[in-house]
């Protein structure tokens, strides 16, 4: 081989070592700096892209008063249950429908909801499933469709400006007194008021009204009334392909980044029509004809829609009206 051509066979070989020494530190800083966990490794198979038809045109443009409005309902959730609320309504079409199976499968939890959810062969995308523990979240969603548009056309577009509307209500909750940590959250305050729940496998749903606690309280009033830290939701390990677990799903504030799954959130409103996020869970089409239905189907009742909603802790009624039958059964 003449001499010119082995040295230059020489020079791409050091710089294609110097490349992927470059990609490894980069894969090396990245996981030091997001992976709170093993990364999660999806199937072989993850399915078709999710079918959501985006509407035409260009990105909807929200200034910082509206963008407060929208998150004001949602800005005092946990961390984790806010990032999938931001993920999810990112889907608003998947939501009704979602909403609606989360209230007549509500009974089920733990592994036998995962369960019911992969058996069910759903076709919402996966930042929605993680949802369905929640009916009431969704519930809340669903019955306010024009607000949950909204939000996720505002998290498409204008991301990070969400997020700074976020600390801006967190803020002057925790200001005026009526934001703090309890037996159920931690909030840290500092440049970036963080949220979480002090155990990762119970989410608390806290139950506020805006207009109280974003303004200046009046005298005499308790301000340690206005949000009621009463109505959880437990989530186990079933649920970690969905980004359920310790630091699996969190923010950045400081990067303007929504860490979920274990991986940075990528949609936006340019590539919203084919971003797929990495889930270790199978995705359906929403062509593909469906499973029978195997569960009995079981509407929450206004007891327990009230109670949720009022941030009270919720006697799951047909539940125990089951033991009780089977306990009858057993006599």
């Known amino acids: 081989m003449p001499k010119l051509r082995i040295e230059e066979a020489r020079v791409v070989t050091r710089l294609m070592a110097t490349l992927l020494g470059l990609v490894f530190a980069a894969q090396l800083f990245t996981g030091v700096l997001f992976a709170q966990a093993p990364l999660p490794q999806p199937?072989?198979?993850?399915?078709?892209?999710?079918?959501?038809?985006?509407?035409?045109g260009p990105p909807p443009s929200f200034p910082p008063e509206e963008l407060q409005r929208i998150v004001s309902p949602i800005a005092l959730y946990p961390d984790p249950l806010l990032?999938?609320?931001?993920?999810?309504?990112?889907?608003?079409?998947?939501?009704?429908?979602?909403?609606?199976?989360?209230?007549?499968?509500?009974?089920?939890?733990?592994?036998?909801?995962?369960?019911?959810?992969?058996?069910?062969?759903?076709?919402?995308?996966?930042?929605?499933?993680?949802?369905?523990?929640f009916p009431s979240v969704l519930d809340m969603m669903a019955s306010a469709m024009q607000w949950t548009q909204e939000l996720g056309d505002a998290v498409?577009?204008?991301?990070?400006?969400?997020?700074?509307?976020?600390?801006?209500?967190?803020?002057?909750?925790?200001?005026?007194?009526?934001?703090?940590?309890?037996?159920?959250?931690?909030?840290?305050?500092?440049?970036?008021?963080?949220?979480?729940?002090?155990?990762?496998?119970?989410?608390?749903?806290?139950?506020?009204?805006?207009?109280?606690?974003?303004?200046?309280?009046?005298?005499?009033?308790f301000v340690g009334?206005?949000?009621?830290?009463?109505?959880?939701?437990?989530?186990?390990?079933?649920f970690r392909p969905w980004g359920w677990g310790f630091g699996w799903t969190?923010?950045?504030?400081?990067?303007?980044?929504?860490?979920?799954?274990?991986?940075?959130?990528?949609?936006?409103?340019?590539?919203?029509?084919?971003?797929?996020?990495?889930?270790?869970v199978q995705r359906f089409a929403r062509s593909a004809p469906r499973p029978a239905e195997?569960?009995?189907l079981e509407h929450r009742s206004q007891q327990e829609r009230a109670d949720a909603k009022a941030g009270r802790a919720v006697k799951e009624e047909h539940r125990e009206a089951k033991h009780e039958e089977k306990h009858e059964g057993h006599r």
């Open 43 to 56: 199937p072989p198979d993850q399915g078709p892209p999710p079918e959501q038809g985006p509407p035409p």
């Open 83 to 133: 990032a999938q609320v931001l993920t999810a309504a990112t889907f608003s079409n998947d939501i009704p429908a979602a909403a609606q199976w989360a209230d007549e499968h509500h009974y089920l939890t733990g592994d036998a909801l995962a369960q019911a959810i992969t058996a069910d062969q759903l076709p919402w995308d996966p930042s929605v499933q993680a949802l369905l523990p």
């Open 156 to 221: 498409l577009a204008q991301r990070p400006d969400v997020m700074d509307a976020v600390q801006v209500m967190r803020q002057r909750a925790y200001n005026y007194g009526y934001l703090g940590s309890n037996q159920a959250v931690v909030v840290e305050p500092g440049p970036y008021i963080t949220i979480m729940p002090v155990n990762p496998g119970f989410i608390v749903i806290p139950a506020y009204s805006p207009g109280i606690v974003f303004a200046a309280p009046r005298a005499g009033f």
């Open 225 to 238: 009334a206005a949000i009621r830290f009463g109505f959880g939701v437990g989530i186990g390990l079933a």
């Open 250 to 280: 969190h923010f950045d504030w400081g990067h303007h980044a929504m860490i979920v799954n274990n991986h940075p959130w990528g949609r936006t409103w340019a590539n919203r029509a084919t971003y797929v996020h990495p889930y270790a």
């Open 294 to 296: 195997n569960h009995a």
